[in-house]
């Protein structure tokens, strides 16, 4: 079993729809739960980062965590293109909180 | 403040060929990873340093990569032979080891062709 699961996608959604990306772990003492986005050819960038049960709010993003259920997942609302991106999830294990492991990332795709 | 800077960006080689890649962390950040990253998937961790220490290699291809982080700050990742699946992008990143829930910022990468 992988520590982090995606569905890869690719996600398609419509301009100005809301994207709903989500997140499976398996260590259940996970602490900290992290969105990076990744355009094709560049790094992952940081967007997204929250530690307790419920919402975390940041503009057009919203992160999402049940650590009861094991999930954490991102919202986008108002989509535009440029949110076209790999999205990876990202979770520090109770051991080693300096440690991170990836899903493998969810493709989304915004039509105009 | 700089971010992490990695070079090259871009590196082909042939197989059974050896490749270094260079990191320069943030400054003051105590904690630096390598990460490799094939085409499609998420980045897995090829090792993880504290300061110049090793907290964490178990993914690491050990007969054939080498990485080492002198003095706590520069650190380069060597794999010697190289192999055809090697080909991917390699990530350096590091973070602030004070608290949990630090992020790790990302340098642009090191983009290895193996031929």
């Known amino acids: 079993q992988k520590e982090v699961e995606q569905n890869s996608g690719p996600l398609s959604v419509p301009e100005g729809a809301i994207a709903s990306l989500n997140c499976t772990y398996s260590?259940?003492?996970?602490?900290?739960f992290f969105w990076y986005r990744q355009y094709s050819g560049k790094s992952p960038e940081l967007i997204m980062s929250?530690?307790?049960?419920g919402d975390k709010e940041d503009g057009r993003f919203t992160a999402q965590l049940n650590k009861a259920s094991q999930y954490v997942s991102l919202l986008i609302r108002d989509s535009q293109p440029s949110d076209s991106a790999t999205y990876l999830c990202a979770v520090n294990p109770l051991y080693n909180f300096n440690k991170f492991y990836f899903g493998s990332g969810t493709k989304l795709n915004v039509k105009p | 403040e700089a971010g992490v800077a990695q070079s090259p960006r871009y590196k082909i080689i042939e197989k059974r060929q050896s490749v270094a890649f260079w990191c320069n962390p943030i400054?003051?950040?105590?904690?630096l990873y390598w990460y490799q990253q094939i085409l499609g998937q998420g980045p897995k961790l090829l090792i993880q340093?504290?300061?110049?220490?090793?907290?964490?290699d178990s993914q690491l291809p050990k007969d054939r990569f080498s990485a080492e982080r002198l003095k706590g700050v520069d650190s380069t990742l060597k794999i010697q032979p190289a192999k055809l699946e090697d080909s991917a992008v390699y990530l350096c990143a590091s973070s602030l080891r004070d608290r949990a829930g630090t992020e790790a910022f990302f340098g642009q990468g090191t983009r290895l062709t193996v031929v």
């Open positions: 400054s003051g950040h105590a904690t």
């Open positions: 260590d259940r003492g996970s602490q900290s």
């Open positions: 340093f504290q300061n110049n220490g090793v907290v964490d």
């Open positions: 929250i530690y307790s049960n």
